[in-house]
């Protein structure tokens, strides 16, 4: 590890004990079966050729016995070393640290007892390499990944796309960041090496040997997702963070099931967003608090540069309405749980219950010049709302019937694609995400929707008025202003986004990214048609 990293790391690593993270017997690389080598295509020469690995492996995560966990583990073929950082003491796989424009080649070992696939979550990459559940491989075999970075600057991540299996995947420990670089954004200057921080939020529950314990019994225990009673920032519970009275950046991912999150400082000091999904926003934009949902990365500033040495912050969850994501409140209709109760594993730690996050102790001085510059980045203006017909959206519904979640009227298939899924190449939509219609005995949830392949531009939100207060609990930290791949459409809510169908034709997906809802069928295809120029 570079000493730039473990920097980064110092304050995350006093919490955590020492690490211990041991890996499974690895398999020699000519035992495996080049299955999918199929992806591999003669022609490309990569720019950068990764090793990834996923397999059972243990975590020392709370004091005592190990914790069983699935991690992905990598190393780099070709390439400065730098492409890869562990994160120490972390089941999480490395972070990838990749450049626009870069030729990337990424061969990956399924070493799990079961089948897997891999996404790259917000990377635009042809339909053979998004990870669609298709092209999953069994234990034991490859898969080859092929693309270019076309993406701009940006904090995207990775994690298995199991058609009914996503869900404990990720929670057993699989998934990592992937940061993309660009000249533009070096050329601002914003912190990096020990100034940037990277926080992936996920909830998890132990059991009393430290293992960890997901949803069982009925399907009815996933209708609300998945939530944790332990709050973990990449791996560790309640790190603290030693820092510095200077500016810092942090990159964070909710890499929770269902969980989210509603940011903010516990001293009172605005959140600095600078980033959504999809790279910097135009101009920094100050909240009072940040709105993370299941998939969504936010980008943002901490000045500490005023902040005198012996300040402790936290990073928190405050508090908001849990209606809209509990299954038997909101959506029954009844409050505080109603005759129903939660449909869901029991939690000590709701949906809308406040929570500390992480602890920031200002340990030193330290002078920075940095200014956070007041243009972050420009944006095409055919990108904007008053240059889009709005009333020729493409209309797919949210809603719950036939005691499942449905998107576009249906669950997933597949290979199957309506009429209303098929888009033509190089051609711009508007698509409508509308969960204010009637569902069946009333149910209606938030759902976190994820476009693969593609980042998008939010156009408008417009929620019934009847069911506005939960919505308004929310609303002030919803990151909308970039560009984005995943976006929170709330009961009773319709979204409009705008997207650019370029590049790539093929079969994608997109779908809720309640990783639960997700397994339980609220996916869809969609289908590029043309031909790539
Ligand atoms: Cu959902």
């Not at 939100?461 to 609990?473: C, G, Y």
């Not at 809720?512 to 397994?519: A, G, K, R, V, W």
Request: glycine content about 10%; overall charge neutral.
């Amino acid at each position: 590890m570079r000493r730039r990293d473990f920097l980064t790391w110092a304050g995350l690593g006093l919490a955590g004990a020492t690490v211990t993270c041991r890996r499974g017997p690895s398999r020699s690389r000519n035992a495996t079966t080049e299955l999918s080598d199929l992806g591999a295509q003669s022609s490309f020469i990569p720019d950068v050729e990764l090793a990834l690995t996923a397999a059972p492996s243990a975590a020392q995560i709370l004091a005592g016995t190990l914790t069983q966990v699935w991690t992905y583990s990598g190393s780099v073929v070709k390439g400065p070393p730098s492409i890869l950082q562990n994160l120490p003491g972390s089941y999480l796989g490395p972070i990838i640290r990749l450049q626009t424009g870069q030729k990337v080649r990424i061969r990956f070992t399924n070493q799990l007892p079961e089948p897997t696939i891999v996404h790259w979550h917000g990377l635009h990459v042809p339909e053979r390499m998004d990870g669609h559940p298709r092209f999953m491989i069994p234990q034991g075999q490859r898969y080859v990944y092929e693309f270019e970075v076309v993406n701009r600057a940006g904090t995207y991540w990775y994690h298995p796309h199991h058609h009914t299996r996503t869900g404990p995947q990720v929670y057993n420990g699989l998934a990592g960041l992937l940061v993309v670089s660009d000249g533009t954004e070096a050329a601002l200057g914003l912190p990096s090496g020990s100034e940037e921080i990277v926080c992936i939020l996920q909830d998890r529950t132990f059991d009393r040997d430290n293992q960890l314990v997901y949803i069982s019994g009925s399907p009815m225990n996933s209708m609300s997702g998945f939530l944790g009673d332990r709050i973990l920032v990449n791996g560790q519970t309640e790190p603290t963070l030693s820092l510095a009275t200077r500016p810092y950046r942090f990159r964070l991912l909710n890499g929770s099931n269902s969980r989210v999150y509603k940011l903010a400082w516990s001293d009172g000091t605005s959140i600095t967003v600078i980033g959504s999904d999809g790279g910097l926003l135009e101009q920094p934009l100050t909240r009072p608090y940040l709105t993370l949902i299941p998939g969504e990365r936010g980008d943002m500033v901490l000045d500490l540069s005023h902040h005198p040495v012996g300040t402790r912050l936290q990073l928190r969850s405050l508090e908001f309405s849990g209606a809209p994501f509990e299954m038997g409140m909101g959506g029954m209709g009844m409050r505080g749980g109603g005759m129903m109760g939660r449909m869901g594993q029991q939690t000590s730690t709701p949906n809308g219950a406040p929570f500390s996050i992480l602890t920031i102790e200002v340990q030193r001085r330290e002078s920075s010049n940095f200014k956070l510059p007041a243009t972050l980045s420009t944006f095409d203006a055919s990108w904007q709302s008053e240059q889009v017909d709005q009333s020729a959206a493409r209309r797919l519904t949210v809603q719950f019937g036939a005691m499942q979640w449905l998107l576009n009227g249906r669950t997933f298939e597949m290979n199957e694609v309506a009429t209303n899924e098929t888009v033509s190449l190089d051609s711009k939509e508007v698509w409508e995400f509308d969960n204010s219609g009637a569902s069946m005995m009333g149910m209606r949830l938030a759902h976190p929707l994820h476009l693969h392949g593609r980042q998008f531009r939010i156009l408008n939100r417009r929620v019934d008025p009847a069911l506005a207060a939960d919505w308004e609990s929310l609303r002030e930290g919803f990151n909308d202003a970039g560009w984005k791949d995943t976006v929170l459409v709330m009961p009773g809510e319709r979204v409009q986004i705008l997207v650019h169908f370029t590049r790539y034709p093929g079969l994608f997906l997109y779908h809720c990214h309640n990783l639960e809802h997700e397994d339980m069928g609220m996916m869809r295809n969609y289908r590029v048609v043309g031909r790539a120029g």
